[in-house]
């Protein structure tokens, strides 16, 4: 069974940086599209940021575009997510989530599109 491991979740200052990794064990499984999603306390769960894994093409939340990136790196079977500029509002449980089959370009901030998910990792942001 496949398992996404969130990591580099933390407590920083706003406008500090902080780097999230999620790394994919267990059988090798097809990867079409990993994403990064986030849930503030009494909010649903948003979209933040996609990744094409062959072709690297990138997709990003508005609210975060600018100052997030994602990436990926084959070899690891690892997909980063680079924050920069924090705000107070970025603090969430952050989740990885991988989506083994294909889906349009429409469907990578949509929940539905990703079949396994991580755990979580805590993120919070204070001014």
């Known amino acids: 069974q496949v398992q996404l491991v969130e990591s580099g979740g933390g407590l920083v200052q706003a406008g500090v940086p902080l780097r999230l990794s999620c790394a994919a064990s267990?059988?090798?499984?097809?990867?079409?599209?990993m994403g990064w999603f986030r849930q503030a306390p009494g909010k649903e769960r948003e979209f933040v940021a996609a990744?094409?894994?062959?072709?690297?093409?990138?997709y990003y939340a508005d609210s975060v575009k600018g100052r997030f990136t994602i990436s990926r790196d084959n070899a690891k079977n690892t997909v980063y997510l680079q924050m920069n500029s924090l705000k107070p509002e970025d603090t969430a449980v952050y989740y990885c989530?991988?989506?083994?089959?294909?889906?349009?370009?429409?469907?990578?901030?949509?929940?539905?599109?990703?079949?396994?998910w991580g755990q979580g990792t805590q993120v919070t942001v204070s001014s």
């Open positions: 989530a991988a989506a083994s089959l294909m889906i349009s370009s429409s469907s990578y901030s949509k929940e539905y599109g990703y079949g396994t």
């Open positions: 267990g059988r090798t499984f097809s990867r079409y599209a």
């Open positions: 990744i094409k894994w062959s072709s690297g093409s990138t």
